[in-house]
């Protein structure tokens, strides 16, 4: 693929979906895409629809978007550490969706056969962090959730409502954490690893780092649970233990709708 031909591709498709720059009351949140800038993505190995943009925001980035969440007044109290909007979300959750949209279509992702493929060879190939009938529904996100997580404090493991969509984005935000995934359909089963015994429960986890963007979808979505267990020797990656911070997460979904709303 001729690499000017992509470019006017991408600019072509961003143009059509997005029109001119955001309106929104934080421009910053929606940066023009500067030239050469490419989102890294990567998928995790073993669940099918898991999707890992760790570089998604920049620190400057987090930081104007932590100072609009916590603008709106939601976490006033020490006792609130959850905030939820349904329907018309605040300006900076649509920049933060179109943002999304862009890292998807600026992104470069590595096949398991070592082959990079951008945007237009993505949808082709139906593959990549988020399918095009996804990436392009509108809206594209009309739930929010911002949870405000203490150290120590963390998620049980589960499986989102159906009452939502497939397609759900996961921003992480001032320190990290180590996400655990299981196989929802089973609690065990035999499985041969490194180190491991047949009929062990399976966790594959996944390290969110601040600024980090984790996308969920199909297989990934639908047949396995994800958590944070912050108990003693869970929060470790590569040997190395993770001290416990605050946290703040931003998680993004979209309703399903009846046919009487249709």
């Known amino acids: 693929m001729e690499e000017d031909d992509d470019d006017q591709y991408k600019q072509q498709v961003l143009a059509c979906a997005f029109g001119e720059s955001s309106d929104s009351s934080d421009d910053a949140l929606y940066p023009a895409v500067e030239e050469g800038e490419i989102y890294s993505w990567e ?17 400057k980035h987090q930081n104007l978007l932590l100072s609009a969440i916590h603008g709106e007044g939601l976490f006033t109290e020490s006792s609130y ?14 920049d933060l969706s179109r943002l999304i949209q862009k890292a998807v279509c600026y992104g470069e992702t590595i096949t398991l056969d ?19 009938d996804l990436l392009w529904r509108e809206p594209l996100f009309d739930q929010l959730i911002t949870n405000v997580y203490k150290p120590g404090e963390g998620i049980s493991a589960h499986v989102d409502l159906l009452r939502f969509e497939d397609g759900i984005a996961i ?18 089963y035999s499985h041969k690893a490194e180190g491991g015994q047949d009929g062990s429960l399976v966790k594959i986890p996944v390290l969110l780092n601040p600024g980090s963007l984790l996308l969920i979808y199909g297989e990934a979505r639908y047949s396995w649970k994800h958590e944070i267990n912050r108990k003693e020797g869970f929060q470790t990656w590569k040997g190395r233990e993770i001290i416990q911070k605050k946290r703040t997460s931003v998680t993004l979904r979209k309703l399903c709708h009846s046919a009487e709303d249709s």
Request: hydrophobic content about 35%; overall charge negative; aromatic content about 8%.
């Open 81 to 94: 550490n959850q905030a939820m909007r349904f329907g018309d979300l605040p300006n900076w959750a649509i």
């Open 43 to 59: 998928s995790v190995e073993g669940i099918d629809g898991l999707w890992l943009c760790r570089d998604f925001l920049p620190e």
């Open 114 to 132: 070592g082959l990079e493929l951008d945007c237009k060879e993505q949808q082709m190939e139906e593959s990549g962090p988020l399918p095009f």
């Open 171 to 188: 921003v992480s935000l001032e320190s990290e954490c180590v996400m655990h995934f299981s196989r929802a359909d089973q609690e065990t």
